[in-house]
């Protein structure tokens, strides 16, 4: 069976972006609900490890340890799909988020399935399963450093952070003597390769993993969901929340929090200044 979590008929990126979920299902829609449903359906043995997961392009490292197939959606548009089960959770979410209709396919678990008025349980779902993920043994570092994520797109252009604000930020980090890893569509005109340096999402939420990152600051972006599947302990993790959306619903269906199930802290800001990151950075 091939289990749909993601969708990418458009990129995500600046020139090749979309509002529509059915188009481009966003890192935070699939961190927080597909990728938490297909997870807590492996764990009640509704799906297996055979099974099939079809993501977005560079996400794959979100399944790859729990299933033994997991394919991008531009090589599942390719396949000959006749004859082929198929269990679209993308489009079971939109029917649940947009429709107000809950999946039927799954009895009981339905209430389970992102009902809107719900949080997660999290004893649906051990640990070793809800945290497992393929993470990259590309960097061994030794020393504290620093992860922030660059937002650029099209959609929401409010959300996105200011290039010469960001410059601030970085430069005061430099300053700092830190190492900077950076996320995010775009993000490579800021690279130098010597202190600063472009990772792609896997490597960076392996480094967000790693202890020795003191600081991942992020915007209201896909990359900050991975905070509380992914951070260390001992991380201070910032969310630039530029447009005050969390803060004003704090229930909101993809607040960072519903899924919080490591009670990671994560402070908001619509607006940091160098003075405010003074205390994150010593």
């Known amino acids: 069976m091939y289990i749909v979590v993601s969708k990418e008929v458009k990129h995500g990126d600046y020139l090749n972006d979309s509002s529509s979920i059915n188009e481009y299902f966003e890192l935070g829609w699939e961190v927080l609900t597909t990728h938490v449903d297909v997870k807590y359906l492996l764990s009640i043995g509704y799906i ?40 679209d959770l993308v489009e079971n ?16 678990t339905k209430t389970h399935f992102h009902n809107k008025n719900l949080m997660w349980n999290g004893e649906k779902i051990s640990h070793d399963i809800l945290f497992s993920f393929n993470y990259s043994n590309k960097y061994d570092i030794n020393e504290n450093f620093v992860c922030l994520q660059y937002r650029k797109r099209s959609h929401k252009p409010q959300r996105n952070i200011n290039d010469d604000y960001f410059i601030e930020i970085i430069n005061y980090i430099k300053s700092k003597n830190l190492n900077i890893y ?31 990152c003191k600081l991942c600051l992020t915007t209201l ?37 519903r899924l919080n199930f490591r009670n ?16 994150y950075i010593k």
């Open 182 to 212: 950076i996320v995010g569509y775009g993000a490579e005109k800021f690279i130098d390769n010597k202190q600063i340096f472009y990772v792609d999402l896997r490597d960076w939420a392996s480094l967000i993993n790693n202890e020795n």
């Open 264 to 279: 990671i802290k994560i402070d908001y800001f619509n607006y940091l200044s160098i003075d405010l990151l003074k205390n």
């Open 221 to 257: 972006s896909g990359p900050s969901h991975l905070i509380v599947f992914c951070a260390n302990k001992n991380c201070n993790n910032v969310i630039i929340d530029i447009t005050n959306e969390l803060s004003r619903d704090l229930n909101d269906r993809l607040n960072h929090n």
């Open 48 to 87: 297996k490890k055979d099974d099939i997961i079809v993501t977005h392009s560079g996400r794959e490292f979100l399944y790859e340890k729990l299933f033994n197939n997991v394919i991008t959606w531009n090589e599942f548009e390719k396949l000959d799909k006749n004859n082929v089960d198929i269990l």
């Open 93 to 108: 979410n939109i029917n649940c988020f947009f429709n107000d209709n809950l999946p039927k396919q799954f009895g009981e």
